[in-house]
Each structure stands twice: as structure tokens, then as C-alpha cells.
């Protein structure tokens, strides 16, 4: 079994910035690709960012330069640094990893159950 849990959601105003983190456990030998997806409401779910094992990282262009995307291998965790947020960033924001239980190169992927960021003066 294993378990994404997010946390650090919330409302902050128009330029402000909040944190997010996810952190994986369970049974784990190996997570590859990390990364995180919104939602917001009306639409689909949508690609923000992802970050591989050695630290290679692709942005969404809406988020570029705004969000920085980060994870502690030790810790089995991925942080998403948002900064000058709007309001079209406002959506549940979901963390995916590609975890593999065994020393078999055998990934499954998992999602966490998301965090609410809304975006709001």
C-alpha cells in the first residue's frame, strides 16, 4: 500500500504565495517522477509540474517563473513553491508520483486526494 498525502493549501490573496507538500509512504523501493496536477472548478484536471528522480523539471507554461517545483529523495516528499498566485491559479491541487515497490523497474502511479488553494481578495 501507499499513501500521498498533500498538505499546505489554503487562501491567500492575489501575489501572495503559499507551499505545498506531499509526502509518500508506504510500500516504496523506488520513486520516480514526481509532479503535481490541478483542477479547478468547470474544468479538467491539468499538468503543473513534474520533477524527476535526478532533479529534471517541466512547467506548465502558466506557472512558469512563478512555481518552483522541489522534492527530498530522503524524505520521499515533493514541495511546490507557488509565488505571485492569481486567481485563475484557484483549484485543488493534486500530487502524483511513479513508485515502485519492489527492486523491479515496475512503477505504479499513485495520486494523493488533493488540497484546496484558492486564490482571493
Same mark, same amino acid.
Given at each position: 500500500q501507499v499513501q500521498l498525502v498533500e498538505s499546505g493549501g489554503g487562501l491567500v490573496q492575489p501575489g501572495g504565495s503559499l507551499r505545498l507538500s506531499c509526502a509518500a509512504s508506504g510500500s516504496i523501493f523506488r520513486i520516480n517522477t514526481m509532479g503535481w496536477y490541478r483542477q479547478a472548478p468547470g474544468k479538467e484536471r491539468e499538468l503543473v509540474t513534474t520533477i524527476t528522480s535526478g532533479g529534471s523539471t517541466n512547467y506548465a507554461n502558466a506557472v512558469k517563473g512563478r512555481f518552483t517545483i522541489s522534492?527530498?529523495?530522503?524524505?520521499?516528499? @515533493? /514541495?511546490?513553491?507557488?509565488?505571485?498566485?492569481?486567481?485563475?491559479?484557484?483549484?485543488?491541487?493534486?500530487?502524483?508520483?511513479?513508485?515502485?515497490?519492489?527492486?523491479?523497474? @515496475? /512503477?505504479?502511479?499513485?495520486w494523493g486526494k488533493g488540497t484546496l488553494v484558492t486564490v482571493s481578495s
Open positions: 522534492r527530498d529523495n530522503a524524505k520521499n516528499t @515533493v /514541495y511546490l513553491q507557488m509565488n505571485s498566485l492569481q486567481p485563475e491559479d484557484t483549484a485543488v491541487y493534486y500530487c502524483t508520483a511513479h513508485i515502485s515497490a519492489t527492486a523491479r523497474p @515496475v /512503477y505504479g502511479i499513485y
